[in-house]
């Protein structure tokens, strides 16, 4: 049984640091691109972070502007998206999600799972 568990969210003011988690279980991890998405409030879930399978190439969504930095741990099975600068409408759902020899940047609609996310709250 394939399992993607969020992990990292919080209340941070503006400026703040956080760091999300994605533990990955039932996969073979190193075959899979890792995703990072975002829904805020009454808006559409959107992409934010990409990390290819190979490990050697990443790709951001334009609104992150050098602020977040995607990166893996395949010995932990683990994805991670640290987030620096962070700013009020940066408030969202931060889901991850893992897509079987997945392009970069891809779509969404490609990825095969997603984990159930993690509130991320940034206080102005």
């Known amino acids: 049984q394939v399992q993607l568990v969020e992990s990292g969210g919080g209340l941070v003011q503006a400026g703040g640091s956080l760091r999300l988690s994605c533990a990955a279980s039932?996969?073979?991890?190193?075959?899979?691109?890792m995703g990072w998405f975002r829904q805020a409030p009454g808006k559409e879930r959107e992409f934010a972070a990409v990390i290819r399978w190979t490990g050697s190439d990443t790709y951001y969504a334009s609104f992150v502007t050098g602020r977040f930095t995607i990166s893996r741990d395949v010995a932990k099975n683990t994805v991670y998206l640290q987030m620096n600068n962070l700013k009020p409408e940066d408030t969202a759902v931060y889901y991850c999600?893992?897509?079987?020899?997945?392009?970069?940047?891809?779509?969404?609609?490609?990825?095969?799972?997603w984990g159930q996310g993690t509130q991320v709250t940034v206080s102005s």
């Open positions: 039932g996969v073979t991890f190193s075959q899979y691109t």
């Open positions: 999600a893992a897509e079987r020899w997945g392009s970069v940047p891809g779509m969404m609609t490609d990825y095969d799972y």
